[in-house]
């Protein structure tokens, strides 16, 4: 079945340190991806999505590259802020599914000052 | 704010027992989603519904019951509770049949049950 891999967490960093998060994923067809972002004590907010293959997503100075031949989606950040800390959860959806979305497990990223 | 508004934010309860938890999907939303979150399992799919009717299921255990009413707001019935049933469970809404594809889901901010 369709699935999502995530790297470990928790990743630690430096404020306007680099940031990348890996995520893999498992489908039968061409899925949509996205990055949910958790902060503290709230619900899960879409963060940036791609639909097909190459596709650039990007939103609050995050991208990620819809990589088919690698079934990667990875998140990165050019320069992190404390505001930034948060789980990261990298989902996928399939056609005829009926809109659900597969979660990976969550990275959390905390970044100190 | 996401617009869906979950209750109850916190409920501690004991085995054996049984809970609803309530969701109100955003203004317009016809598609409601129940997930579970918890450490060991992270983030699960348990029930979609549309517009009052069941549209998918996933991993939900024959002890948990859903159900969308004709004002569109969303139950889940969790019965004869077990310790590995603590956890936070997500409603989330989305215009339509097809939220995912499209990202489109917004979430509450979750019930927390505690199972003593």
């Known amino acids: 079945g369709n699935s999502v891999t995530q790297m470990e967490g928790p990743v630690t960093l430096s404020e306007e340190a680099f940031l990348t998060i890996n995520c893999t994923y498992t489908a039968t067809g061409y899925p949509s991806l996205f990055w949910y972002v958790q902060y503290p004590g709230e619900g899960l907010q879409l963060l940036l999505k791609?639909?097909?293959?190459?596709d650039k997503g990007s939103n609050k100075g995050f991208e990620a590259t819809y990589r088919k031949e690698t079934t990667s989606f990875h998140l990165e950040k050019g320069s992190v802020q404390v505001s930034d800390s948060a789980v990261y959860f990298c989902?996928?959806?399939?056609?005829?599914?009926?809109?659900?979305?597969?979660f990976g497990q969550g990275t959390e990223l905390s970044v100190k000052p | 704010d996401s617009g869906v508004t979950q209750t109850p934010k916190h409920l501690i309860t004991a085995t054996g027992q049984r809970v609803t938890l309530r969701c109100s999907p955003r203004s317009g939303d016809l598609s409601v989603y129940w997930y579970q979150q918890s450490l060991d399992q992270g983030l699960q799919f348990l029930i979609q519904y549309y517009n009052g009717e069941e549209r998918a299921k996933g991993n939900i255990l024959e002890r948990f019951s859903a159900q969308q009413f004709p004002d569109l707001h969303s139950e889940l019935n969790l019965s004869s509770l077990e310790l590995g049933d603590s956890a936070l469970y997500f409603c989330?809404?989305?215009?339509?049949?097809?939220?995912?594809?499209?990202?489109?889901?917004?979430f509450g901010e979750g019930s927390r049950l505690t199972v003593l």
């Open positions: 989330a809404s989305s215009v339509d049949l097809a939220g995912g594809l499209t990202g489109e889901l917004f």
């Open positions: 989902a996928l959806s399939e056609l005829g599914q009926g809109g659900k979305l597969i």
């Open positions: 791609a639909t097909k293959a190459d």
